[in-house]
């Protein structure tokens, strides 16, 4: 394969604006734009249509909840308005996707504070960017008893469960991290040595 | 890893109807869709208006030219109106994409038609979702000598032009091939322009 420059100019303003917007979208190059503008202009006209009306709406409308930073069409989320959560317990994750995961394990009534991101000075994303005012704010509002920390387990989320624990229990508060472990379903045999290693670790009587 | 399904309901009704809207692009399953709605969502909300924008636009304006097939905003394409092109060479294309490669291999005067597609029997793609019709009446309107095919060298591409050719001597026209010069198996629109011009060049009559 010999290398090429990518021409996606078309000479046709609408059809050009449409492959340059279509690079908002993450992990989408020039080639990726052009191929997904020529697919919508020809097979789904209907689809790119409601695709339009939805990113305005959704720009129009979404905003971050007062209290924990997670989307909303409103000012404070269900979650947080709901009288059948527990206030005693804020749970501390990097995304809506990850409070999700939770919210299915069906074994936490507790609050959320969605941190947006994690903790990565290298991208420019510092405690400012996480919200870790806000977070300290709403840690700290008296009704909060524990904090329990559910970043992933990657590097940044890590460091960034580390650095809120550090701050948090400064203040006197009681903060916990969720479990390694081998995942439910898992079989040992199959699981990397450091999982099991961390198993181990934080074993706990039964 | 134990599988698990994708959950993709944030309960946010314009969050959610973004999510299922971005699966209109080609390739982009529930998990994607949503990983790209919370990265415009959280990260590039002017480039989701942007796009938002595009969207309409080009739904609105974008149509096929009524002699080429190609996209254009007008009746008529640039190309198709443009006194500069020799209209005894018509060049058979499956894709504006494929097009542009053409022109820009800087060996091509004449005009064009665009297949949108090729034939393929098992997706319901027949002669009339290629506007075969369309391409004999433009290719017998008195001005075309030669038909130039420069379908992909695939299967499909192979087996279109075959079956564009044989229509078209069976009306009396010089109908020719683009030559091997592209690799066998390989597609125009990741080819270079020097060997597509190399390919135009040795073109010989079938
Ligand atoms: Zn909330
Ligand atoms: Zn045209």
Known sequence: ?????????NDIPTLDSLVDALRALPGVGPKSAQRMAFHLMQYNRGGAERLG???????ATIQHCEHCHTFTEETICATCR???RDPA???????PADQLMIEQSGTYSGL???????????????????????LIQRATNGDVEEVILATNFTHEGDATAHYIGQILRARGLRVSRIAR??????????TDAGTIAHALLDRREV
């Open 82 to 84: 709901s009288p059948l």
């Open 53 to 59: 009306h939805a990113l305005l709406q959704a720009t």
């Open 1 to 9: 394969m010999t290398a090429r420059s990518v021409n996606t100019q």
């Open 112 to 134: 959320y504070f969605v941190l947006m991101g994690r903790l990565s000075p290298l991208d420019g994303i510092g405690p400012k960017e996480i919200g870790l005012d806000k």
């Open 89 to 95: 317990q804020l749970c501390v994750v990097e995304t």
């Open 181 to 190: 472990g081998v995942p439910a379903g898992g079989e040992l045999e199959y």
